[in-house]
Every structure is written in structure tokens, then in C-alpha cells.
């Protein structure tokens, strides 16, 4: 993204009474971002905009504007905006997805299959421990641990995934630069450190209540899966599910005592349909197909988006309809060894891209024929994938 | 039923090689049970029965048949035969139901909505403590617990039953005079006392292995619905509960923590479909629109067994095609009042047979007009039944 557009980006994001789903309209409407924040008032008006947000395009905060610029021009800070093929692709799915997203340390674990683990604030000593079991196990088994950097269950899953050496997402309600609450600063920055910080807000932006839904929205839209793993009757962890539901992706609920309150949440999920379960290994195996199913989808859409620019050192060409998506495995199968490899490594190797990569590892790593640790994957000893049928499905899909 | 053809049932019973599914099919085949007893060889073999059920009608051991005539002389011991109308409705529309029940007590509560509450032999403290606080609240809701005689939650929803001062039927594997576990001889005089003991062996059968799952299969039958506590992987209970679920009742199942081995068979039965309960209540509405279309369906039946000899000293005459089943409730208004009622001066009152009352009762009671207490009815005051809409299409169907 060049620098005109990042600008426009940062001004229409700050904008008064523009959302997303109002940005994106805008988006369409206009073909760019930076004809969005050049338009005429009269234009905008046209186009839907409220008053305030005309007013402020015509004259905004520059000093503030700048700030935006400075925070994002600082290293490891990114803004992943929807008119981009960075932006990850299940949130894009989602059905009210953010316009943009501001991240703190690395972007590629969004393009990473992502396990949800949601729950209360306030939760019995059994939950912070199923939370801080599940999450390891999960991250080990190449998930990305994603969750909302709030107390209890949420601060325990991202702990648990940092302390076993793997990724974790944070999606914040803040603005990228604060911590709500603020004595998980120390988490957050271990988090943008090993992870990743995310937010639809621009920095500065202090904790508002009409916020913590949205944020519970993207949480549900990044991850291929939500676990609730305790969660009172009325609880943000029921609307991330229910996001996660609608968002057609899987959502699962630990069942609990009758006599504990914070079970109530999930019990309600089960009998909406949530899949009840006991064990990690259980989450792993429904979400293999569902994640299969969804890198196809994804493959096809970032087929579209790959650019040859993307491997200057290789001998990639395009390929033609004949060879398709086999020749693209093949490609990768013979990149990938026993000895673990970086990402962008393979995308020198096979000529394709990163966010084409990821969906290709996203199929292999569920199938078991990819190990992936601390962002290398390497292919694994198994004879055999475990899903052989799910995978014939995927590829003939 | 006349004294040949208790004689001819309990010889039938008592031969070799004949369950209850192939005296049901030598009773259809031969028309009645005492020409089931007095076929010959030839006709036996042709309706298919095994050599050893033929030899052992030929010749009999009359010592052994003359003390299960004693036992059955016995007071309130009772042989329930389905040829009669007055075996269980619920169980005759069961997929494999017994040909024969014998009773020790008040076999008028097999025709009572019965709720099954069953579980492990050895469960937690939690689960004894949950079994009686639903067997408890359930009983007091009109219901009547049923149950296996076994240790742990068995005998736990037995005893809170009686304890409340209701009705408990206990149906069991061995013969109706012995007890398995024998030291819950106490529990067993004392559910004979107040509800009722059921068995499809005749006396002095001894508990034996293969008798369980068909002891099962007649608590499924009997009930409304299956309630599991606590259960194992594999259990009996679970084999209860699927019963239950293939004649089409509804199963009930609670939740546990995901470390509790005994939620393990709960957790598999609410993944198989049975409703996540947390509380009695929620039983009762679910069992509500489900006992009315039984009951619905049960006075189709009895309708047909009516006769006018039942109500010997009312003015019952045959009703009329014009006055149908709304005469019936009208009638059985007008005979209950505000003070409890035993059954049978209902009966006297409307001219209708119990079996008919029992069902219209059921029917009352799960919408509250009526209450049950102790085998009496009496009318609520509430003003408006619960469930008008299901009643009204129970009244339609």
C-alpha cells in the first residue's frame, strides 16, 4: 500500500460516524480509498455519509493524523486494510466484517488456522485451569490461540499458548497502543512480541462499551472455531459464539456442573447446538474438514490475488489450467523438509505467495502431513494423512 | 383374566427358550394364551416353538407352577398380561416390549406418566445428591419415579421418592419376591409398600447377566422419559436411555465437569440428541406436549376396552359420536373437586374405568389443572391451564 492510501486509510478510520460496514460502502462506491477521502462533500453526502464525517474528510485533526502515521510508521506495527490481499481471509468471510485492522508484532498469524478461546471475566479456579489445558494443547497442535486480552479465561488462554512457545492473537477493544485492562500491559506486550495485537480502532482509542461487541465479532471472524470454556448466562462469550455460529464456523462449549453458574453459558450454548466437548484432541477433529473446506475456498480467492512480483528470486511462472492445484502441492511438498522452514523461505522455494502458503498449510498441518512450530513447518513422518477423504473433498472442491 | 388362563400364562412364561417376543407371537398365532398352553406338539412346532418349550408344556413342573400361583394369591401381588387392557399402555407401544409384568404392589401406578431416573452403581456424592433432588421434585410434580432397584443412583431416586411420601415403581432383573442388591430388602418391602415392585421373571428367579439390558428395556418402556445422572462410557444406563430414545421418549441427560468419568455417559448422550437438563422444571415442560399426545393416543386405545360393567353403580351410558371426549372431560370435571379423590370414586362417578382416568389425568395434570397426591386428585385453582395450545390439539387429535 502506498503512502497516499495508508494516509486516506488513517482519515477515513477516524472519520465520526463512519464504521465499518459504512467504510466499506464507501469503499464500493467510490473504487478507492484515497477517492473516498478526496471525494467532495456533495459526493459523500450522496453516497451516505453523515455530516460529521464529511466535515471531518474536509478538515480533519492533521496533528492527530500524524500521530496515527507515527504510530504505524514504528517497527513491527501494520494496518491491514479490507481492499487488500492481506487482509485475513476468514474475517473478510465474516459476516460484518471490520474495514481495517490495526496490529501490533506479526500479521501473518492471522493468516494462521485460529482456535476462539473465550470465557468470563470472572470464572472458578476448574475453568482457568481447562482454559490454560485447552489453549496448550491447541497451540501445540498448531492452532493460533485467539482470544480478547480480557481477565479470567481470556488472559489464561493467551498465557497458556505464550508459556508453551507458541503464537497468540489478542483483538483488543482498545486502540492498538493501550491495554484494557491495564494490568495485563506486561501480557499485551509479550503477546505483540510472540504475536500479535489486533484492533479496529486507531490508537488512543480508550475502552468504550459499545466497542467490546465489535471486538467480540472479529474474534469470532478471524478463528476457524470459538471455544467457551465457562461463561455465564449473559456474557460477551455467548455473543463471540454467536458471532462464531452465524459466521458458519464451528463453536464448541465445556459443559460443567449444573450447580456452577459459569456452566449456564455453556449449557445454553449446547442446547443452541454448540458441540459439546471434553477433550482438545475432539476441537482438533472437527475442525480438520471445516478447515479444509475453508482453505480450498480461500486457495481460490488468493489464486486470484497472487502476483508473480511476490517471488523475485524464483523461477515461477504462471501456472496454466492444466497443472492447477496439484502442481501448486507439488511445489510445496518439494520445498518442505524434515528440517523446519520459515514461511517466506518457501514462498522464495515455490514462487507462491505467503497468504496462498498459509491456506495450502492451514489443509496440510489439519491433515497431519505438516508439523508447524513457532511459524517453520516441516513435513512429518506420517505414512499416511489422516483424512484422506476429507482431503480428496477439499481437492476435488 | 379367570383362573385357566393365569394358569396357562404362568406356564407359558415358565417354558424354556420362550422370551417375551415369541409368546407374543404364539399368542397372536393361537389366539389366546390357554390355546397357547394346550397346543399340541405338532401345532408348537409349527408355530415355531423350540423343542424345550414343547416338552415343558407337555409336562410341567406343577410344584413349581402351584407356588407361582401362591405367590400370586398373595395380596397385592398382581400378573399383568398383554392381552389385558390393563397391561401398561406405554410399554405394549414399546419396540420390544415384555409379554407379562408380575407386580408386587399397586399396579394402578404403571399407568401413571412415569419419568425413569437411572444411573451408575457407584456415582459421586454430587450425583446421589442431584438424583434425589430431581427424583424429589419430579415426584412432587405429579410424577411417578421409576427406576432399577440398583445401588448408587437407583436406590438414591428411589428413596427420595418414598422419602417425599410418593409413589416409586422399581423394576428388576430377579423374580418379584427376591432382591438384587439383597441388602436393599428394606427398599424393595418399602417400594411394594407405597408404589410397586415390576418383573418379567417369575418368582425365584435369580439375577442372571443377560437379564439386565430386558430389565432395562421395561423401565424405558414404562416411562415418559429417561433422566441419566451419572454414568460411565459404558453403562446400563446408557442401554436405558437408547431404549428410551428408540421407543421415542424423550431421554434427559445432566451435564458434568469435563473430569468427572461418570458425565462421560451423559456427555455421549447429549451429543447423541438427548436434551442438556439443568433443572427439573425443564423436564416437566418437555415431558408436557409429549404426555398429552400419549395421552392423546392412550384414550384411542382404552376408548375400545371401555365397558359399561366398569361403573356399576353410575348412570354411564355409551357415548353418543355428537358428545365424543369433550362428555368425557365434562363428566370428569364435575367429579373431581377441591378435595383429593381417590381413583376408583372417580371411576364410580363418571363411569369411565381407570385406565381411561388415568390417561385424561395425566393428561390434566401436566397442565395443571389437576394435582396428584398420594393416588388422589383434586383440581387446582389455577385459572388457566399452562399449555392451552398443546391441550387443544391433544382435545383435536
Known amino acids: 500500500m502506498n503512502d497516499d492510501a495508508i494516509d486516506a486509510w488513517l482519515r477515513v478510520i477516524r472519520a465520526p ?8 460502502q464507501l469503499l464500493e462506491h467510490f473504487g478507492s480509498i484515497t477517492a473516498v477521502a478526496s471525494a467532495s462533500g456533495s459526493q459523500l453526502r450522496a453516497a451516505g455519509a453523515p455530516d460529521a464525517a464529511i466535515q471531518w474528510l474536509a478538515a480533519p485533526d ?12 514504528a517497527p513491527d506495527h501494520h494496518l491491514l486494510t479490507c481492499d487488500s490481499a492481506d487482509f485475513p481471509a476468514l474475517l473478510q468471510r465474516a459476516p460484518r466484517p471490520a474495514a481495517a485492522l490495526f496490529v501490533a508484532g506479526d500479521p501473518q498469524w492471522l493468516w494462521f488456522a485460529q482456535i476462539a478461546i473465550v470465557g468470563s471475566r470472572n470464572p472458578t479456579d476448574g475453568g482457568i485451569a481447562n482454559a490454560r489445558d485447552f489453549s496448550r ?7 493460533v490461540i485467539t482470544s480478547g486480552l480480557a481477565e479470567g479465561i481470556d488472559a489464561a488462554a493467551h498465557r497458556a499458548a505464550l508459556d508453551a512457545g507458541h503464537a497468540t492473537v489478542a483483538v483488543v477493544a482498545t486502540g492498538p ?15 505483540a512480541a510472540q504475536g500479535a495485537i489486533v484492533s479496529e480502532y486507531p490508537p488512543g482509542t480508550t475502552p468504550q462499551r459499545q466497542h467490546f461487541p465489535m471486538r467480540n465479532r472479529v474474534i469470532a471472524g478471524l478463528a476457524l472455531g470459538t471455544l467457551v470454556v465457562e461463561a455465564a448466562q449473559r456474557s460477551g462469550a455467548l455473543i463471540t459464539a454467536r458471532e462464531a455460529a452465524e459466521a458458519g464456523r464451528e463453536v464448541f462449549a465445556l459443559p460443567g456442573s449444573i450447580h456452577n ?9 449446547i442446547r443452541e447446538g454448540a458441540a459439546l466437548v471434553e477433550s482438545a484432541p475432539e476441537i482438533i477433529e472437527a475442525m480438520a474438514p471445516r478447515a479444509q473446506e475453508l482453505a480450498a ?17 524464483s523461477d515461477w511462472t504462471a501456472p496454466t489450467a492444466a497443472d492447477g492445484e496439484d502442481a501448486d502441492y507439488r511445489r510445496l511438498r518439494a520445498a518442505l523438509g524434515h528440517d523446519p522452514v520459515p514461511i517466506d523461505v518457501l514462498a522464495q522455494r515455490t514462487g507462491l505467495t505467503v497468504e496462498t502458503l498459509s491456506s495450502m498449510l492451514i489443509l496440510m498441518e489439519l491433515d497431519g502431513r505438516v508439523a508447524a512450530s513457532h511459524g517453520r513447518y516441516a513435513l512429518t513422518t506420517r505414512p499416511e494423512p489422516r483424512h484422506a477423504q476429507h482431503r480428496a473433498q477439499a481437492e476435488d472442491g
Not at 464504521?19 to 466499506?24: C, K, N, Q, V
Not at 475456498?297 to 528470486?313: F, H
Open 62 to 73: 492533521r496533528e492527530r493524523l500524524a500521530a496515527d502515521r507515527a504510530w504505524l510508521d
Open 297 to 313: 475456498a480461500l486457495r481460490g480467492r488468493l489464486d486470484a490475488a497472487r502476483t508473480p512480483e511476490a517471488a523475485p528470486d
Open 177 to 191: 497502543d493501550l491495554v484494557y485492562p491495564a494490568r495485563h500491559r506486561a501480557l499485551a506486550d509479550a503477546i
Open 261 to 269: 453458574p459459569l456452566a449456564r453459558g455453556c449449557h445454553r450454548l
Open 17 to 24: 460516524g463512519l464504521g465499518s460496514a459504512r467504510i466499506r
Open 137 to 143: 494443547a491447541l497451540a501445540k497442535s498448531g492452532l
